[in-house]
């Protein structure tokens, strides 16, 4: 036995030594006698590494069908000339660095992309600058990649001509770290793409969503930087989500919030922070998620809960300074508010153990109101208003009488 497990460790080493002894460098500039970078993928051999040198490249449909390491030296340009799809990858083990790629065609009947890669394993793309794009980097049906140090720049004005900065379609176990995003329809778009990770990303000024993701379950969130997009985050039809965190940051508009939730469950949503915001967390149909360690600072409506929302925790989070701390649209409350800092808060504490003596009542009546008559909220800072909402909170008519703090924070919490 343990001859045969010599033998076997042998002959995987004689492979990975030949395939590294036999591969070689092919070098692409306008003067070599390789002049493209489709010339360069013709000539080369399985696990030949391509460098590429600095300069201008008019090229679109280049196809990569063999495993190859595709390397820029000072950023060559491959314009595509606004023509089409520029590059295609058909191949596993393709590793793609330091290119510049600019001017994709547009097409209302074709998802153009600045790179492609379909059916796919085992790939790296990093170090790209993609610059008058549709959609950017667009990984389709590929499993275990990493896209990461990529920046993509748009000039997306409406939707429907506009394309996705990085897009997962039927992929997973994919790493898509430390991006910039900017000015495209979706920064960062997931559909059915499962255990991958979204780290240390910037998705700021995108015309729809900074994150857009739909059916696509055990997926991480963290250390993403959402801001001042059209419409904040968008994450439907999902389970077992992971958000750490984020921070969600100057989505206002009419229809915007920080983060809309719609049919998700059993997710963690922890140590984000939601700051000025139309809504903080828009959430619908959506159960048992955790709430924990989240700033909600100086939004409209810090939570928006619609409906269908049940066994959700809401633990150790700081509320300051919202228009609305809270939106409840039903009368039915079966999610658990404990142990937050609310900055409203009036209450004492006579025992000095750091909890209010009193329960804290996170929905005001106005709030309600304003849900069923937006034109109401001119009159936010009047004294009537004042009025009615203390009513409300001594003899609760209109909003869930359970819905209540019992442990409200006397000090904002830290951690």
Not at 220 to 246: P, R, W
Not at 257 to 280: C, H, Q, R, S
Not at 376 to 393: A, G
Request: one cysteine or more; glycine letters at 6%; hydrophobic letters at 35%.
């Amino acid at each position: 036995m343990p001859l045969k497990k010599h033998h076997i460790l042998s002959a995987i080493l004689i492979i990975v030594l030949s395939n590294t002894l036999f591969s070689q460098n092919i070098r692409v500039c306008k003067t070599c006698d390789i002049k493209t970078l489709q010339g360069g993928i013709n000539a080369a051999q399985e696990h030949d590494t391509i460098i590429i040198e600095k300069g201008t490249y008019k090229e679109i449909d280049v196809l990569v069908n063999k495993p190859l390491t595709i390397i820029g030296k000072d950023y060559p340009v491959i314009d595509g000339e606004m023509k089409g799809e520029i590059i295609t990858i058909t191949a596993d083990s393709v590793t793609v660095d330091g290119l510049f790629i600019k001017n994709v065609g547009t097409s209302y009947t074709s998802d153009y992309a600045a790179i492609r890669l379909k059916r796919v394993e085992n790939f790296v793309i990093k170090n790209l600058v993609l610059e008058k794009l549709f959609f950017g980097i667009y990984v389709e049906k590929s499993n275990n990649g990493k896209v990461f140090h990529n920046k993509i720049i748009g000039d997306a004005e409406e939707e429907y001509n506009s394309g996705n900065g990085i897009q997962l379609w039927y992929s997973n176990n994919i790493e898509i770290e430390h991006n910039f995003v900017q000015r495209v329809r979706d920064g960062i778009y997931l559909e059915f793409s499962d255990n991958c990770i979204i780290k240390n990303n910037v998705s700021s000024h995108n015309v729809r969503y900074g994150l857009h993701f739909m059916f696509s379950n055990d997926d991480i969130y963290q250390d993403n930087l959402f801001e001042k997009n059209g419409a904040g985050v968008a994450v439907m039809f999902s389970k077992k989500i992971k958000m750490y965190n984020n921070i969600f940051r100057e989505n206002w508009g009419t229809a915007s919030y920080g983060l809309l939730l719609k049919e998700i469950n059993d997710a963690e949503i922890m140590y984000n922070t939601f700051e000025e915001n139309t809504i903080g967390i828009n959430t619908e149909g959506s159960n048992r998620i955790k709430y924990i360690h989240n700033n909600f600072i100086n939004n409209g409506w810090a939570i928006k809960v619609l409906g269908a929302c049940y066994t959700n925790t809401f633990t150790g989070n700081n509320f300051l300074y919202n228009s609305f701390d809270m939106a409840y649209n039903s009368k039915v409350n079966d999610n658990e508010f404990d142990g937050n800092y609310w900055s409203e808060y009036t209450g004492y504490d006579l025992d000095k153990n750091g909890f209010g003596d009193v329960p804290y009542r996170p929905v005001k009546l106005f709030s309600y109101i304003v849900n069923r008559t937006p034109e109401t909220i001119i009159l936010l800072r009047s004294l009537f208003i004042d009025i009615i909402d203390f009513s409300e909170k001594v003899s609760p008519v209109f909003t869930p009488d359970n819905l209540l703090d019992n442990n409200p924070k006397i000090k904002r919490i830290t951690w």
